[in-house]
């Protein structure tokens, strides 16, 4: 028995849950729909060349929960995921997850996303245990800020290893499944890395160092 992790957005899903979050936020009317979709696309261009400062991406999608209680978010986010989110889950990636149960394999998602979000989303997808964004709560309601280390680049790694600690898991033959350049620092720490429908930056690294490369659909 071994520990599948999986990164979320391009790789379980064929699209990124926060962007879609922030479209679908324009649509209940919590923000001026293009001048916020306009910012966001831009700060996801920068996430996709490994230049988003994260701290940033998140002050801006955070900023319409300001205030809002996290009864009233659970409650949007259900549909949300259900009518948005499950049309985009790669059926391979389904297979591959069926695969890892049935090897009795323990299963992770780690994501750069906030995690309201990325817990909704792998709880349509039967796994119970997420590392993600943790944000900071005043009185039932969302502030607007993170808390603790942030689950992108070396956060990622950090977080595992502490989560690793608390639940006595090793990372003795464990896979980790990324799209992404920014996962490169957790990729490289595993024995069992998979690089999916991967970016030019993360393929090349890939091809150099005859890591399996998925292209799931």
Same mark, same amino acid.
């Given at each position: 028995?071994?520990?599948?992790?999986?990164?979320?957005?391009?790789?379980?899903?064929?699209?990124?849950?926060?962007?879609?979050?922030?479209?679908?936020?324009?649509?209940?009317?919590?923000?001026?729909?293009?001048?916020?979709?306009?910012?966001?696309?831009?700060?996801?261009?920068?996430?996709?060349?490994? !230049?988003?400062?994260?701290?940033?991406?998140?002050? *801006?999608?955070?900023?319409?929960?300001?205030?809002?209680?996290?009864?009233?978010?659970? *409650?949007?986010?259900?549909?949300?995921?259900?009518?948005?989110?499950?049309?985009?889950?790669?059926?391979?990636?389904?297979?591959?997850?069926?695969?890892?149960?049935?090897?009795?394999?323990?299963?992770?998602?780690?994501?750069?996303?906030?995690? *309201?979000?990325?817990?909704?989303?792998?709880? !349509?997808?039967?796994?119970?245990?997420?590392?993600?964004?943790?944000?900071?709560?005043?009185?039932?309601?969302?502030?607007?800020?993170?808390?603790?280390?942030?689950?992108?680049?070396?956060?990622?790694?950090?977080?595992?290893?502490?989560?690793?600690?608390?639940?006595?898991?090793?990372?003795?033959?464990?896979? *980790?499944?990324?799209?992404?350049?920014?996962?490169?620092?957790?990729?490289?720490?595993?024995?069992?890395?998979?690089?999916?429908?991967?970016?030019?930056?993360?393929?090349?690294?890939?091809?150099?160092?005859?890591?399996?490369?998925?292209?799931?659909?």
């Amino acid at each position: 028995m071994a520990l599948a992790i999986f990164d979320l957005d391009e790789t379980l899903i064929d699209g990124d849950c926060a962007s879609l979050w922030s479209a679908q936020m324009a649509r209940l009317g919590w923000v001026d729909g293009e001048s916020f979709l306009r910012q966001d696309a831009e700060l996801m261009a920068l996430y996709a060349e490994g !230049r988003l400062a994260m701290e940033d991406y998140m002050a *801006f999608s955070l900023s319409p929960l300001v205030g809002r209680s996290v009864e009233e978010i659970a *409650f949007v986010v259900e549909p949300f995921v259900e009518e948005m989110i499950e049309p985009l889950l790669y059926s391979d990636a389904t297979r591959c997850l069926a695969s890892h149960r049935a090897a009795g394999d323990r299963i992770l998602v780690i994501s750069a996303s906030a995690h *309201f979000l990325v817990s909704a989303i792998a709880a !349509r997808l039967g796994i119970a245990e997420v590392l993600a964004i943790d944000l900071e709560q005043r009185h039932g309601c969302y502030s607007g800020r993170t808390q603790g280390v942030l689950t992108y680049r070396e956060g990622k790694v950090s977080r595992l290893l502490e989560w690793l600690q608390q639940h006595g898991e090793s990372l003795d033959g464990a896979y *980790f499944y990324s799209d992404s350049r920014n996962d490169l620092p957790l990729l490289q720490l595993v024995s069992q890395p998979r690089a999916v429908n991967p970016d030019p930056v993360l393929r090349r690294h890939a091809e150099q160092a005859g890591w399996p490369v998925l292209s799931w659909r």
